[in-house]
Each structure stands twice: as C-alpha cells, then as structure tokens.
C-alpha cells in the first residue's frame, strides 16, 4: 500500500481518537522559531488537521499540504471555521506546490517517517523563506505501564505488518541528524496522555494503518484481545495512553 493511500479506510477513527498535542509545543515553536501572528506556516503531511488547528490558534496562516483525498476533505470540514487563515493543498512532502520562499516554517506532526527524506529536504529548502525553520514532531506512545506493554504485545500478536517492521521509523537521530545536516537542530519532549473508555481504545487502535481493519482476517480475535486487556487494566471505566511528545526544530542550513 502506498503511504499517501494507508488512512483512507481510517478517517473517521483518525480524527477522533488519535492524539492531539500539548499546548506547550505550539507556545515553545512560536518562540524557538521566533513566529509571530500572521505568518505563514506549511503543515505537510497534515492529515485532518489535528496539529494544524494548534497552529491556526496561535494566529498564524496555514497551508496544509495532504495527498490523500479523504483526509485532505476531513481537514477541511474541521478547519472551515478559521476561513482564509486555513488554505489545504493535494500536494506531498516532495512536491507541495506552494510558491518559492513562501513561508516562514515547515511542520510535520506524525507524518515525516513516511517521507523519503532527500526529495523532502530539497523541497522543503524551496519553499522556505530565507532564515525559516523545519518542525518535526512526534507523538511516542510509551510502554511503561501494564497497560500499554499489553497494548504493545497485542500489536505484535495481531498486527502482522507491525509483527514484521514494528513502528516506522519515528523520531529516528539516525534519519533527523543528516536531514539538517550541515545544520543543527533543538530537540524537546513534552509529556502527553489520552485518557479512554473501551469504545475510545477500540478506536484508538482501528485508527492504525496496520491493524486488521473490520473484515479482514484477524481484526475480531484483536478486538476480542483488546477488550480483556482493558478489563485487566481499567480504573474506573478507563485507560490512559501515554505518549512523550517529541519535536526537532532546525534549519536546513
């Protein structure tokens, strides 16, 4: 499956349960990236909007850059109340479509594993003004509660693309060092948590490219699975996914 193509059956399970973002990251990038109101931001890779609104509450002008149609329109309909602050572009990391020089920084929440990092570099270089900055950024789930080494486990027994490959490659040194190089970049991490009942956490889960989607082969036993870890696990009805939070923030020399 092509990775502009993998969350299309995944949409409506992505724009609800999956992570937003700590307030504090928008309030640390404003003032590392020395942003102000009314500049001009490229959300690439931005989904359905989910770090995307973050931006647009700091006041600032975003075009989000997304090459899956489904997505691309969730963006949309969530984003429509901020008007001409929010513009979506069918473009990808390698080939935006946004003008030379045009915007004062590059984000990718969540999306930039799925870029082939030297085409992404030179079009990224392209479309930044001079002295502008790249932002990438990840939400890490953590595996340091009962819980989520279950959740881990259950991945690993009934994902089997996961099985094979795990995670891609997030938050990866050995793939963010020469994508800035000659450069350097500043790295911080934020704590961050979802906190769900078992509809939220079936969700959750659903919202991943690589579990058994409903129909498949193996997507009911995942379920069943699902639901006796979070009986295991539950407080109160509930269960929080934690995550750290992890922004790179550069320029690109």
């Not at 997505?71 to 109340?81: E, K, S, W």
């Not at 920084?105 to 870029?115: D, G, M, N, P, R």
């Not at 595996?143 to 027994?157: C, I, K, M, V, W």
């Not at 911080?188 to 969700?203: E, K, M, T």
Request: charged share 25%; glycine share 8%.
């Amino acid at each position: 499956m092509k990775s502009t193509e993998r969350f299309s059956n995944r949409v409506d399970d992505y724009a609800r349960w999956r992570p937003g973002y700590p307030a504090e990251l928008t309030t640390w990038l404003m003032a590392e990236c020395g942003l102000k109101a009314g500049d001009t931001v490229a959300d690439v890779g931005c989904g359905t909007g989910l770090f995307t609104r973050d931006l647009l509450l700091q006041n600032l002008l975003v075009r989000g850059v997304e090459p899956n149609a489904p997505m691309r329109h969730a963006a949309d309909d969530y984003l429509g109340d901020f008007g001409e602050a929010f513009s979506s572009h069918d473009g990808s990391s390698e080939a935006t479509g946004l003008p030379d020089a045009s915007v004062r920084l590059v984000t990718a929440a969540q999306a930039f594993h799925w870029f082939r990092p030297a085409p992404t570099r030179a079009e990224f270089a392209r479309i930044l003004a001079p002295g502008g900055y790249v932002a990438l950024i990840w939400n890490v789930r953590r595996e340091d509660t009962p819980f989520l080494r279950g959740y881990e486990a259950l991945l690993r027994d009934h994902a089997p693309e996961y099985a094979s490959s795990g995670v891609p490659a997030q938050a990866d040194l050995n793939v963010i060092r020469p994508f800035f190089a000659p450069s350097t970049f500043v790295e911080r991490s934020f704590p961050y948590s979802q906190n769900f009942d078992l509809v939220g956490i079936r969700g959750r889960l659903l919202s991943s490219s690589y579990a058994p989607a409903a129909g498949t082969p193996g997507h009911e036993p995942m379920l069943a699975d699902l639901d006796r870890l979070f009986e295991a696990q539950q407080r109160n009805g509930r269960v929080a996914f934690d995550y750290d939070t992890r922004a790179f923030v550069g320029r690109l020399g």
